[in-house]
């Protein structure tokens, strides 16, 4: 399998939100990730992507892309990501390591921004296109992503 990385530009994202604090915990995501599904079908709302990031220290989040209108509930917060241009690499877990992938992207990265290419790098965050848990596919094609500012 090929591991490359590349620049891209996603629009502004409307999503459902369940942010927390504390150790990192698959449990956890997963459950989030489930409670925000959950919320969604009860509401009858169609659904895009599967999205977790890490915004902060130990401060995670969970969405789910949202198209429809919606009102915010049961602990879930509604918010519009802005459009931003990132780099990313799309990969399969189960043949190359996340680690190795989010080493290598970061340190691609450094440099680039010792080229003075790129000014900083603002977040990461993964996006599935289903529940990675239950779907093979979503987790096949799993997508990291680094915020950038150029």
Do not use: C
Request: charged share 35%; glycine share 6%; net charge positive.
């Amino acid at each position: 399998m090929t591991v490359d990385f590349a620049w891209g530009k996603s629009p502004s994202l409307k999503v459902a939100t369940i942010a927390w604090r504390g150790p990192w915990s698959e449990r956890k995501i997963r459950s989030q990730f489930e409670r925000l599904e959950r919320w969604a079908k009860a509401r009858r709302l169609r659904t895009g992507r599967w999205i977790f990031r890490e915004p902060g220290e130990q401060r995670w989040e969970v969405g789910l892309e949202l198209r429809g209108r919606a009102r915010s509930s049961d602990g879930v917060r509604l918010r519009t990501l802005p459009a931003a241009t990132f780099a990313r690499v799309v990969f399969d877990p189960e043949q190359v390591s996340p680690r190795v992938v989010y080493h290598g992207l970061s340190d691609w990265l450094r440099w680039r921004r010792k080229d003075k290419e790129i000014r900083a790098v603002l977040s990461t965050r993964e996006i599935y296109s289903g529940n990675p848990w239950t779907s093979r596919k979503a987790w096949s094609r799993t997508e990291v992503q680094f915020l950038v500012r150029k």
